[in-house]
């Protein structure tokens, strides 16, 4: 599969990143995030909206929202690696306390929570899918935009995101692995200003930026050539 767009317009945020001007300054420095550094400026959601959503959906259907109301969309695609998983501890707390689950909180632990509350917000009725598919979670986003693309839904928004990982997981997670809250957009059209090819790669240790980040990085600084690290591959994007 040979994938190729052109990104027509992104939003994104992370600890202490949130404007463009702030992302661009983060560009010019070795790839990196400050995990003890504040979340602020994030794109507002309607308040009913925002209280029932945990802090990487939140981040997600902001980011979303954001270029919604900037741009026409034909399509969704949110990716995860970690999906709910805020909240899926939160009702496996409950249960193991022997405690009632809420209704809300239950159909908010699902995959799709994010992408569904996110076309409630902006009013919208366009196909979405939501998967998500490890450390290669972002790559095979970017093959589910192509799919849709080849069948006629020509500006594809996608969003990857993760939300903070509860401390209780902490002792089995690699040193490396993102563990905060974060989320990039990008609205995503089929001219071909970015050509992705792949190499093997034999990963041995866990990524420090999550693909999503890492392709963020390549782009707005400035690179003809950079590589987003996968698990057996690498993926090498030219401008």
Known sequence: ???????????AVAPALTTTAE??????QPARIDRKAK????VP???????RLNTGSRLAA?????????????????C???????????????????????????????????AGNLAIAAKISVPATSLSAGIDTFQQALCEVHALQSN????????DFDGAIPDFYQPWLPPAMPDYSWAVAFLLDTRAALHCTVEPV???????????????????????????????LNWCWRR
Request: proline letters at 3%; a neutral charge.
């Open 39 to 42: 979340l602020t400026g994030c």
């Open 202 to 232: 034999t990963l041995q240790t866990e990524p420090e930026l999550p693909q999503g980040l890492q392709f963020l990085h390549g782009w707005l600084a400035g690179h003809s050539e950079f590589r987003v690290t996968g698990e057996r």
């Open 1 to 11: 599969m040979k994938l190729a767009f052109n990104i027509v317009d992104w939003q």
């Open 152 to 159: 006629g839904y020509h500006r594809v928004l996608l969003v």
């Open 23 to 28: 992302w661009q300054q983060w560009a010019r």
């Open 80 to 114: 995860s690696r970690h999906g709910e998983l805020e909240s899926n501890f939160q009702l496996l707390t409950q249960l193991a306390h022997q405690n009632s689950l809420s209704p809300t909180d239950f159909v908010m632990s699902v995959h799709n929570s994010a």
């Open 62 to 78: 902001g980011c979303g929202l954001a270029l919604v109301r900037r741009q026409q969309v034909d399509a969704l695609v949110f």
């Open 45 to 51: 959601l309607p308040a009913m909206i925002a209280r």
